[in-house]
């Protein structure tokens, strides 16, 4: 990507709901847009580009684009999971150095907490019939690779209950989080076993809201008033079974980070915030190594001891209290974590978890499921 | 369950649940590269020949990795089991204790009926 082309995130919004009862998920949607257009300082008539994943009802863009009344020229509904608005985030930058469209407008939101309706099974989905009749839920996945892990590496569950005690120690000061108890390694510990060797503590919650960003190219971003957070490098990957050489301590990440990190030209030591997909703790561990914050099997070690505490850590990640403890929109991480970013790029986060001089910040996303078939996207952004 | 409705969506898998309604376990073999996979797909995941067949297997392997789900009143045990024959495959472990199980623990596949479709393959400790 041509530097001069990079795109710019101009506006981020969160939606502080995290129990909508009295909201529909379109509604949802469209606050989350009208919040991060007025972040930026941009109306809905400046849209031109509309981005949404399957948490979006209908059909995608179609629905949406006419629900919210745009106008576009280019719209993209590609869905992989939580980490969806990180790829419309990537392929909009795309789009605009492309001359597609100007200012693209990515929205994610959802009320699993308030009332969930499940994706109807789809019996042409090939894998299904072989994981449907078998008993598992989410967590039981992730549970097996954090076995695995600690089978190949000696992780310990210590060791991962440090990334929840962590994104507690960030909740406490978001006054929307909604775990915002500052928790110690012996409460994860303690804490019910939901698949061993996960514990209820190595769970995200689940909550109602989402949130929106709207990127633009860079003539517009220079017109507008707030900080400029520059996307600077980009990277995708999708990982599955390898037709039974399944890996379950690797991801995707290993393909996405190394795309970004050479992109923008810069170390995984150059990262001063770091937002990480916290679907459970050990989907945080598997990221920071397959990005290369640490060699492969020592997360265990880098996680440990507060180091990702702001303030206290060498690598201070998910400032808001993450999907661990603030909220998991539509169980879908994605957006929040591009949120909490630019926050920090823009000295806008809270002023206790707030990383000094955070001139470049990372933001990865993990979407479905690990141990089967995930998707890793992996943003690098400059503070300009 | 593996419901018929998934079968009749994927004819080329029909042979599989007709071998486990016999007791067979059988894995594709694909002629063109000489390897198999999993899971059973009717195209070679290797080099996408649909010059396949069906290998009967003893179904034995060893435990990759599992987790005991503890939120039901009766625990389940859900593992990734590595076939002697390579592929990793997802299932249940259905007898013994889970407290007792490892990662390497033997493991057989033992079939299960189902309400309205073929068996279904899930393992026992070996
Ligand atoms: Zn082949």
Known sequence: ?384 | MAGTEFIENSPETKPFWDATAAGLFVLPWCRQCQRTHWYPRGVCPYCLSTALDWRESPGEGEIHSFSVNRMRKEPYVLAYVALSEGPIMLGNVVDGDPATLSIGRKVKVVFKPTSGGPPIPFFAVR
């Open chain 1, 1 to 384: 990507m041509h530097r001069d082309k990079n795109a710019y995130i101009v506006g981020a919004w969160e939606h502080p709901a995290r129990k909508a009862p009295d909201k529909s998920v379109v509604r949802l949607h469209a606050e989350c847009a009208a919040g991060a257009l007025a972040d930026a300082g941009l109306t809905k008539d400046d849209v031109d580009a509309y981005f949404c994943a399957g948490d979006a009802p209908g059909l995608g863009p179609l629905t949406m684009i006419d629900f919210l009344n745009l106008k576009v020229r280019h719209c993209d509904s590609t869905d992989i999971g939580g980490s969806a608005p990180l790829l419309h985030i990537a392929h909009a930058a795309q789009a605009i150095a492309g001359g597609k469209c100007n200012v693209a407008l990515i929205t994610l939101a959802g009320r699993p907490h308030s009332g969930w309706i499940a994706p109807e099974l789809n019996p042409t989905q090939p894998d299904m019939m072989w994981e449907m009749p078998v008993r598992h839920t989410t967590v039981d996945i992730y549970a097996m690779c954090a076995r695995r892990h600690m089978h190949e590496y000696g992780t310990t569950s210590e060791q991962l209950a440090w990334i929840k005690v962590a994104a507690s120690h960030h909740a406490q000061y978001n006054p929307h989080a909604m775990l915002r108890k500052v928790v110690t390694v012996e409460d994860v510990l303690s804490s019910p076993m939901v698949s061993d060797p996960l514990h209820r503590l190595d769970c995200c919650v689940t909550s109602d809201g989402g949130g929106a960003v709207v990127v633009t190219r860079p003539e517009i971003a220079k017109s507008l008033k707030r900080p400029r957070v520059k996307v600077i490098g980009a990277g995708e990957a999708v990982q599955g079974q390898f037709a039974g050489a399944v890996e379950l301590t690797a991801s995707a990440a290993r393909q996405s980070g190394a795309i970004a990190f050479a992109e923008a030209g810069v170390e995984p030591s150059d990262v001063r915030y770091a937002s990480i997909y916290d679907s459970f703790t050990i989907t945080v561990l598997i990221a920071l190594e397959d990005l290369g914050f640490c060699e492969k099997g020592m997360g265990g070690r880098l996680v440990a001891d507060g180091n990702l505490i702001s303030g206290i850590g060498r690598l201070p990640f998910n400032t808001d209290g993450g999907g661990l403890c603030s909220s998991h929109p539509a169980r879908r991480g994605g957006i929040t974590k591009v949120i909490e970013a630019v926050r920090q790029l823009r000295g806008e986060a809270h002023p206790a978890v707030q990383v000094k001089d955070c001139t470049l910040a990372l933001a990865h996303g993990t979407g479905m499921l690990l141990g089967t078939r995930h998707s890793s996207v992996t943003l690098i952004f400059e503070r300009e």
